[in-house]
């Protein structure tokens, strides 16, 4: 089975409509080799924890294969119990930022599950806890976390000479699960004209006194969290947990909305044509002359692994040369970063080899 197919079934058992006869009718001629490649693409994509949920929810877990069925089970509750814990330490931080009038929002996952966009707090994998600050309050931000027990995370001698759009990643001393990541920005600088961060602090709300974006920051982000930061527009590719989130917060988004969305920017508008390709909630958005949803088509028609390499290594040489461009002007107009470079240069040399074939 080509991982298309996968995808395409990852979908439906995501999908909040009631296509149960459609599920049993096929992974009911699941194999083996099917379910493999079901959890292989659902634990990239970090959507495991929400395919068991609606399977529950469907009452489909009897198909899973049992030794399936319980490692999901497990995974989920270790999840569950994992959000709530983070969820705590959320409030937390909520309140000392809010005590001292720090203005933020807090992003992505949490939240999400700050505002109830899931059914269960179990299904959202969370990595770190994004927050963004207003930019002139970002080293008081940080000031107050460290000292309330919190502590840098090792970072390594870049982090002195390029300001990126989040500050180190900052970790409780009291047992705190999650890195905080406090943002200065919320997208790549050069690209922040697409999400502008004071927007979304004065268009912020309130979820039991925890701030987050409006809705439709909140699906702004979203999408352009992945395409953007996350090089999905060079790539070219889908990222189910982001297109999951899209279909969760669209709930109670009207379709006038959507297409206001859809026609911001080419950012939003690929990733709405290619999510609602795969969950079609919506009607399906026109996309006249968008060269990179026709060849994201032409992709999956060709159902050839060379071809998907080939785009791989395309996107990341791309990202890759933008890269080492600045850092090339920077190694000749500082001598400091020289010296850094050059003492650093086996892990330096391992990393761009790692980034380029991996």
Not at 23 to 38: F, V
Not at 130 to 158: C, H, M, P
Request: glycine share 4%.
């Amino acid at each position: 089975m080509f991982s298309y197919d996968t995808i395409q079934h990852i979908a439906a058992i995501l999908k909040f409509e009631n296509n149960q006869t459609y599920l049993k009718s096929i992974l009911g001629n699941y194999h083996e080799t099917d379910w493999e490649k079901l959890v292989k693409i659902g634990s990239h994509h970090l959507v495991l924890p929400p395919i068991y949920c609606r399977l529950k929810q469907k009452k489909l877990l009897d198909i899973l294969p049992k030794d399936l069925n319980n490692y999901l089970t497990e995974l989920t509750q270790i999840n569950r119990n994992r959000n709530n814990a983070v969820f705590g330490q959320v409030k937390e931080l909520s309140s000392i930022l809010r005590q001292q009038n720090i203005e933020h929002v807090f992003l992505k996952g949490m939240a999400l599950i700050s505002a109830n966009y899931f059914e269960d707090i179990g299904e959202r994998m969370i990595g770190d806890i994004d927050i963004l600050v207003k930019e002139s309050q970002l080293k008081e931000a940080a000031s107050l976390l460290l000292r309330n027990n919190y502590e840098y995370k090792t970072s390594t001698f870049g982090e002195k000479y390029f300001e990126y759009h989040h500050d180190l990643s900052l970790i409780s001393k009291d047992g705190g699960l999650a890195p905080v990541e406090l943002h200065r920005h919320i997208l790549h600088s050069h690209y922040d004209k697409f999400l502008i961060s004071q927007n979304v602090l004065e268009n912020k709300e309130n979820y039991h006194n925890i701030f987050i974006p409006s809705k439709y920051h909140i699906l702004e982000n979203i999408i352009l969290n992945f395409e953007i930061n996350d090089y999905g527009h060079i790539y070219n590719t889908i990222g189910i947990r982001n297109m999951y989130d899209y279909i969760c917060s669209t709930n109670s988004i009207s379709q006038n909305i959507l297409e206001s969305l859809f026609k911001t920017s080419k950012f939003h508008a690929l990733f709405i044509k290619k999510t609602h390709f795969y969950f079609n909630n919506f009607k399906i958005f026109e996309l006249k002359n968008n060269h990179k949803f026709i060849f994201y088509l032409f992709g999956i028609a060709q159902k050839k692994v060379f071809f998907k390499n080939i785009r791989n290594y395309w996107a990341k040489s791309r990202i890759l040369m933008n890269i080492v461009s600045i850092r090339v002007k920077l190694l000749i107009l500082n001598a400091n970063y020289r010296k850094e470079v050059w003492k650093d240069r086996n892990r330096v040399t391992k990393l761009f080899l790692f980034k380029l074939f991996k």
